[in-house]
């Protein structure tokens, strides 16, 4: 008996890269409903190349294998279909926006994305009030709102407002690219507690870190070790702990 | 927002001309064509010193003729288009004008509007303003009147170059009924006033010529809206001067709004001289016309004045829009701030010249200047050159100017969010577009430009 839908992700033997360059060389990873995966690695491994690839940034380049979400062929997507089949990116460097409110962008996405799915869109207040009981979620200021998109946030609220739009618009599977970085310990733990708070049975999470100390917030069912463009490690959230004790250099090695 | 390259190095000797070169025997013929109607023109009763007036600008322009692109500030804008048929001016007043037809037209809030139809006042849709400190009104009323009068001699054709602009001695010799405005010596106006000149199907062939004058006496303040509009799709030229004198400790906010007819041509001069310690905005909104000009020159004439000139325009298809400004600083301690923004989409072409003059006295200038241009298309072309000319030492002066397209990192930022590309381009496009809007102090003229911006590329994209 065969299921078609038996992975949420399914990708084989996935190789891509940017200006002719290959970076990912051949990654194979499948991940379920409810979990969550860590990817790591160290710098140049490819994590950050897997985490847009996903999203479908055209920047890079597919040169081989593939990729099915809930099985249908993912790569041939547009980055905004990806999204309202409910892939989200969390973006290492979230980018700024002036003249554009944070209020409207939350809005215009979130509509989009029912429209995709035939659904009607919201009304203004309604939303205000969605987005204001999400914005507790990570510690925000509803003066966020009318500030322009990321323009003049600090790294960690540019984070938080990543979340948010993560909390506003409900992902089944959620990538966070190096979301850890640049936060002190404070900022961390709101961010992770936002992601803590989305979890759930039919969502899945792929967390791309270079350390350990995020995971200690968002506890992985999985960890993969990614090293010149393909995994070579693979376990439970162990590993993590290993890596932080011993680096990466003893799996180069053995890569 | 844009990954910026000026694509035009100021001054470079070998750039491309614009447009096919205009046979030297058809633009002569055609300018005698005006000179020729000169003698025709029918002007009702008016004073003397007027006739003179339009009889030497007629003189200078049968010797300036129409610019060329040899001709340094026409060099990226051909007047081609224009000279296939000679305009004639519309000689008596169309009745077809309704209240309903011009409130698309109108800002909330406390308004005075002049409406001028095909270049003729439209009294029984206009307010004149005409008390003891304030004076708002067409200029054929103005002249009516001989105390009145006599102020607006004082000023008429004081700061209009006839003599080196053909367009400017053209209005000069066949100018149509305008604007006068005049505020007191420490006089607030008490309604901001919209000059509306409308332009419908009757139009169509016509030369429009309308003269405006603005006087603020010493610590005036006033609120002067040109708004350029048409009902329909007509053919003609607008031609409009206007002459701003912005006195000591006067502020003054002036505004353009060009949506001309898609088939006419606009060429719009202001010249304006700024005394002491006196503000001047002008901000210039260009969205309509196959060919526009606007030509807009203030001289800082007095100590620790400013001057704001701020722009945007906003084409696509064959349109284009050419915005030609010059700051002259004569005194000290004056600060001019320029900022011009363009969206082009289609095969549309978009010039910008901004000169800034520092005279030897003029110590302590602070002057800034930038144009930032996004295209949306591969056909779209910009020209600008921002120009700088300083002859004093001790002065802060920068300039500027960019032009690239959609920025593809935020366009795909937009995109993982689930906005397909042409309201992600859309958005990008008006956020582009809302900073230069930011400029404007009164939220009533600001909202409905955001709105005619954000409508403009509604479609498309």
């Given at each position: 008996?065969?299921?078609?839908?038996?992975?949420m992700?399914?990708?084989?033997s996935?190789?891509?890269?940017?200006?002719?360059r290959?970076?990912?060389?051949?990654?194979?990873?499948?991940?379920?409903?409810?979990?969550?995966?860590?990817?790591?690695?160290?710098n140049?491994s490819g994590k950050?190349?897997?985490?847009?690839?996903?999203?479908?940034?055209?920047?890079?380049?597919?040169?081989g294998?593939?990729?099915t979400?809930?099985?249908?062929e993912?790569l041939v997507?547009?980055?905004?279909?990806?999204?309202?089949?409910?892939?989200?990116?969390?973006?290492?460097?979230?980018?700024?926006i002036?003249?554009?409110?944070?209020?409207?962008f939350l809005?215009?996405?979130?509509?989009?994305?029912?429209?995709?799915?035939?659904?009607?869109?919201i009304?203004?207040?309604?939303?205000?009030d969605l987005i204001?009981?999400?914005m507790?979620?990570?510690?925000?200021?509803?003066?966020?709102?009318n500030?322009s998109?990321?323009?003049?946030?600090?790294?960690?609220?540019?984070?938080?407002n990543e979340i948010?739009?993560?909390?506003v618009?409900?992902?089944?599977?959620a990538i966070?690219?190096e979301?850890?970085?640049?936060l002190?310990?404070d900022?961390?733990?709101?961010?992770?507690?936002?992601?803590?708070?989305?979890?759930?049975?039919?969502n899945?999470?792929?967390v791309?870190?270079?350390?350990?100390?995020?995971?200690?917030?968002?506890?992985?069912?999985?960890v993969h070790?990614?090293a010149?463009g393909?995994?070579?490690?693979?376990?439970?959230?162990?590993?993590?702990l290993?890596l932080?004790?011993?680096?990466?250099?003893?799996l180069?090695?053995?890569? | 927002?844009?990954?910026?390259?000026?694509t035009q190095?100021?001054?470079?000797?070998?750039v491309?001309?614009?447009?096919?070169?205009i046979p030297?025997?058809?633009?002569?013929?055609?300018a005698a064509?005006y000179?020729?109607?000169?003698?025709?023109?029918?002007?009702?009763q008016?004073?003397?010193w007027?006739g003179?007036q339009?009889r030497?600008?007629?003189e200078?322009?049968?010797?300036?003729?129409?610019?060329?692109?040899?001709?340094?500030?026409?060099h990226?804008t051909s007047?081609?288009a224009?000279l296939?048929?000679?305009?004639?001016?519309?000689?008596?007043?169309?009745?077809?004008?309704?209240?309903?037809?011009i409130?698309?037209?109108?800002?909330?809030g406390?308004?005075q509007?002049l409406v001028?139809?095909?270049?003729?006042?439209?009294?029984?849709?206009?307010?004149?303003?005409s008390?003891?400190?304030?004076?708002?009104?067409?200029?054929?009323?103005?002249?009516?009147?001989?105390?009145?009068?006599?102020i607006v001699?004082?000023?008429?054709?004081?700061?209009?170059?006839?003599?080196?602009?053909?367009?400017?001695?053209?209005?000069?010799?066949?100018?149509?009924?305008?604007?006068?405005?005049?505020?007191?010596?420490d006089?607030?106006?008490?309604?901001n006033?919209?000059?509306?000149?409308?332009s419908d199907?009757a139009?169509?062939?016509a030369?429009?010529s309308?003269?405006?004058?603005?006087?603020l006496e010493?610590h005036?303040?006033?609120?002067?809206?040109?708004?350029?509009?048409?009902?329909?799709?007509?053919?003609?030229l607008?031609n409009a001067?206007?002459?701003?004198?912005?006195?000591?400790?006067?502020?003054?906010?002036?505004?353009?709004?060009q949506?001309?007819s898609?088939?006419?041509?606009?060429?719009?001069?202001?010249?304006a001289?700024?005394?002491?310690?006196?503000?001047?905005?002008?901000?210039?909104?260009?969205?309509?016309a196959?060919?526009?000009?606007?030509n807009?020159?203030t001289?800082?004439?007095?100590?620790?004045s400013?001057?704001s000139?701020d722009?945007l325009?906003?084409?696509n298809?064959d349109?284009?829009v050419d915005?030609?400004?010059?700051?002259?600083?004569?005194?000290?301690s004056?600060?001019?701030?320029?900022?011009y923004?363009?969206?082009?989409d289609g095969?549309?072409?978009?010039?910008f010249?901004?000169?800034?003059?520092?005279?030897?006295?003029?110590?302590?200038?602070?002057?800034?200047?930038?144009?930032?241009?996004?295209?949306?298309s591969?056909?779209a072309?910009?020209?600008?050159?921002?120009?700088?000319?300083?002859?004093?030492?001790?002065?802060?002066?920068?300039?500027?100017?960019?032009?690239?397209?959609?920025?593809?990192?935020?366009?795909?930022?937009?995109?993982?969010?689930?906005?397909?590309?042409?309201?992600?381009?859309?958005l990008l496009?008006?956020?582009?577009?809302?900073?230069v809007?930011?400029?404007?102090?009164i939220?009533a003229?600001?909202?409905?430009?955001?709105?005619?911006a954000?409508?403009?590329?509604?479609?498309?994209a």
């Amino acid at each position: 008996m065969s299921i078609k839908n038996e992975y949420m992700l399914d990708i084989k033997s996935l190789r891509a890269g940017i200006a002719e360059r290959e970076i990912l060389k051949g990654i194979n990873l499948t991940i379920n409903p409810g979990e969550v995966h860590a990817v790591m690695g160290p710098n140049g491994s490819g994590k950050s190349t897997l985490a847009q690839v996903l999203a479908g940034n055209p920047a890079y380049e597919v040169l081989g294998g593939s990729a099915t979400y809930n099985g249908e062929e993912l790569l041939v997507l547009e980055p905004e279909v990806r999204a309202q089949k409910g892939i989200f990116l969390a973006f290492q460097y979230p980018v700024e926006i002036p003249g554009v409110t944070n209020a409207y962008f939350l809005r215009s996405a979130y509509n989009e994305i029912r429209k995709a799915r035939g659904e009607e869109e919201i009304d203004p207040l309604d939303f205000l009030d969605l987005i204001e009981e999400r914005m507790k979620l990570v510690e925000m200021d509803s003066s966020m709102l009318n500030r322009s998109v990321n323009a003049g946030f600090s790294g960690g609220e540019k984070k938080r407002n990543e979340i948010l739009q993560m909390a506003v618009l409900q992902p089944k599977l959620a990538i966070l690219d190096e979301t850890d970085s640049g936060l002190d310990i404070d900022a961390l733990r709101i961010v992770a507690g936002g992601v803590n708070a989305l979890r759930r049975p039919d969502n899945a999470t792929i967390v791309v870190t270079h350390y350990q100390r995020l995971l200690n917030y968002i506890v992985p069912d999985f960890v993969h070790v990614l090293a010149n463009g393909r995994i070579v490690r693979s376990g439970g959230k162990e590993l993590a702990l290993e890596l932080e004790e011993r680096g990466y250099d003893w799996l180069l090695d053995a890569a | 927002m844009t990954d910026a390259v000026l694509t035009q190095a100021p001054d470079s000797p070998e750039v491309e001309r614009v447009g096919a070169p205009i046979p030297h025997a058809t633009r002569d013929a055609r300018a005698a064509e005006y000179v020729g109607q000169f003698g025709e023109f029918a002007r009702g009763q008016e004073p003397m010193w007027l006739g003179a007036q339009r009889r030497a600008a007629i003189e200078s322009f049968a010797t300036l003729g129409f610019p060329t692109t040899s001709n340094e500030d026409w060099h990226f804008t051909s007047v081609a288009a224009l000279l296939e048929r000679t305009y004639v001016p519309v000689a008596t007043a169309s009745e077809a004008l309704s209240a309903r037809d011009i409130a698309r037209f109108q800002f909330e809030g406390d308004w005075q509007t002049l409406v001028f139809l095909n270049g003729h006042f439209v009294g029984q849709l206009s307010q004149i303003e005409s008390g003891l400190k304030v004076y708002a009104g067409p200029m054929s009323d103005a002249l009516s009147d001989e105390a009145r009068a006599r102020i607006v001699e004082r000023h008429f054709g004081g700061l209009a170059d006839t003599r080196t602009h053909a367009f400017t001695a053209l209005n000069s010799a066949f100018s149509g009924d305008g604007a006068f405005i005049h505020v007191a010596a420490d006089t607030v106006a008490p309604r901001n006033v919209h000059l509306l000149f409308v332009s419908d199907d009757a139009a169509e062939g016509a030369l429009v010529s309308p003269r405006n004058a603005i006087v603020l006496e010493h610590h005036a303040e006033a609120t002067v809206m040109e708004s350029y509009v048409a009902l329909g799709n007509a053919n003609y030229l607008t031609n409009a001067v206007t002459e701003v004198y912005v006195g000591d400790g006067a502020r003054l906010r002036h505004y353009k709004i060009q949506r001309e007819s898609i088939n006419a041509y606009h060429v719009g001069s202001w010249y304006a001289n700024q005394g002491r310690a006196c503000t001047y905005e002008a901000f210039s909104f260009a969205i309509g016309a196959d060919m526009s000009r606007t030509n807009i020159a203030t001289l800082l004439d007095g100590e620790g004045s400013h001057v704001s000139l701020d722009g945007l325009y906003l084409v696509n298809g064959d349109q284009t829009v050419d915005h030609q400004t010059s700051v002259i600083h004569a005194k000290e301690s004056c600060t001019s701030h320029e900022l011009y923004k363009g969206v082009l989409d289609g095969d549309s072409h978009a010039v910008f010249n901004g000169k800034v003059y520092v005279h030897p006295e003029a110590q302590k200038t602070d002057g800034k200047q930038s144009n930032n241009n996004l295209l949306l298309s591969e056909g779209a072309r910009v020209d600008t050159k921002p120009q700088l000319e300083i002859y004093a030492d001790d002065v802060k002066c920068t300039h500027g100017a960019t032009i690239g397209p959609v920025d593809s990192t935020a366009l795909f930022y937009l995109k993982s969010r689930g906005i397909g590309p042409s309201i992600a381009i859309r958005l990008l496009t008006y956020a582009f577009a809302a900073e230069v809007l930011e400029e404007l102090t009164i939220p009533a003229v600001r909202d409905e430009l955001e709105r005619l911006a954000f409508e403009r590329f509604a479609v498309g994209a």
